[in-house]
């Protein structure tokens, strides 16, 4: 998968991202796995660009 399909999945599950009133804390560990997931790809596409100028 690349990063620009991961991006886009990413992209629809934040479109579908609602508040669960049966559980409230749900929708912030979501957005907390969304955030994850977008710095990971952000720190992964930085380090290959540090190899790829070296």
């Keep these: 998968m690349t990063v620009y399909d991961r991006l886009r999945q ?4 934040l479109a579908r991202l609602a508040p669960d009133h049966r559980d409230p804390h749900r929708f912030h560990e979501q957005k907390s796995e969304l955030v994850a997931e977008l710095r990971w790809l952000a720190a992964d596409n930085d380090n290959r ?6």
């Design 10 to 13: 990413i992209a629809d599950r």
């Design 49 to 54: 660009g540090h190899r790829e100028a070296a």
